[in-house]
C-alpha cells in the first residue's frame, strides 16, 4: 500500500488558524514537507511549529524567491521524486502550503506532478483575502458585488479594465508593485474605497492608509481591498 500526499492549507500566519483537520493529518504524518528559501525559514513551517510534536522525516523544497521560470522544473520535479519515495514506502507525506493550497499555492505544482501516481488529498486553509478582510473589519464584497482578485504584477492596463468592472476587488502580491497601484488607485478616484493591509493575522501585521505606505517597504504579504459601494453592507 503507497502512503498518500496531502496537501495542507495551514492559513495565513496565525497558527490558530489551522483547520482541526489540517491539524489531525499534521500530527499523524512521518513525512512533513515544506517550500523554503534558498536558505533561512520556512514561513509555512513557522505557522505550524506551536502543532508539532514527536520526531518525523523533514524535506525542506528549498527555491530561489525569484525565478525566471516558475515553476521551476529542477525544484518540482526534484521534490516530486523525493517525497514519491516515501510515499511508494508506504509513508502518508504532509505538505504545508500558506494560506489555500489550490489559491494561488505552492502545491498546485507539486499536485501536478504527483497526482497520477500517488493518491493525493487537499485540505482547503483560511485564504488571504479572507484574513485581510477579517483584520480590517471590512467585508470583501455584498449581496450581488462582483469580487475579483487581482494580481499586482498584470499590466496596468488590464489592471484598470478589470477594476472598472467590477464591484470590489482584492489586489494581491503587491511587493515591489505597490507605488504603480496606488497612482492607479489614484487615477482611477478609488483611493477612498481602498484599505492597506500588510502580513495579515502575523505579530507584525500592520494596516496603514495608502498615502501613508513606503512603496519601497511594502511586502509581498501585503494586499489593498477595493469596494466601490463602500460600507454596502451597512444598507
Given amino acids: 500500500m503507497t502512503g498518500t500526499l496531502f496537501g495542507l492549507g495551514v492559513g495565513p500566519g496565525d497558527p490558530e488558524l489551522i483547520t482541526l483537520k489540517a491539524h489531525r493529518i499534521l500530527q499523524a504524518a512521518p513525512v512533513l514537507a515544506y517550500p523554503a528559501p534558498e536558505t533561512g525559514d520556512s514561513l509555512a513551517r513557522r505557522i505550524v511549529a506551536p502543532h508539532l510534536n ?3 522525516i523533514e524535506v525542506a523544497i528549498r527555491m530561489p524567491l525569484s525565478a525566471p521560470q516558475f515553476p521551476d522544473e529542477s525544484v518540482y520535479g526534484k521534490a516530486a521524486k523525493s517525497l514519491g519515495t516515501h510515499l511508494s514506502a508506504g509513508k502518508d507525506v504532509a505538505v504545508l502550503c500558506e494560506g ?13 506532478r504527483v497526482a497520477e501516481q500517488h493518491t493525493v488529498e487537499v485540505v482547503p486553509g483560511v485564504s488571504s483575502p479572507m484574513a485581510c478582510a477579517a483584520a480590517l473589519g471590512a467585508p470583501l464584497a455584498a449581496q450581488n458585488d462582483i469580487l475579483t482578485v487581482l494580481p499586482a504584477p498584470l499590466e496596468t492596463e488590464l489592471l484598470k479594465e478589470r477594476l472598472a468592472t467590477c464591484d470590489a476587488a482584492a489586489i494581491i502580491k503587491l ?4 507605488s504603480r497601484i496606488r497612482s492607479m488607485l489614484s487615477d482611477m478616484k478609488l483611493m477612498e474605497h481602498s484599505r492597506y ?14 498615502d501613508a505606505v513606503n512603496p ?7 494586499m489593498i481591498l477595493v469596494h466601490r459601494r463602500g460600507k454596502a453592507w451597512q444598507r
Fill in 197 to 210: 493591509i500588510e502580513r495579515a493575522t502575523m505579530e507584525n501585521e500592520r494596516i496603514l492608509q495608502l
Fill in 216 to 222: 519601497d517597504a511594502s511586502p509581498y504579504f501585503s
Fill in 54 to 56: 514527536g520526531n518525523r
Fill in 100 to 112: 489555500d493550497p489550490f489559491f494561488y499555492g505552492s502545491f498546485m505544482y507539486l499536485f501536478a
Fill in 175 to 178: 511587493g515591489r508593485h505597490f
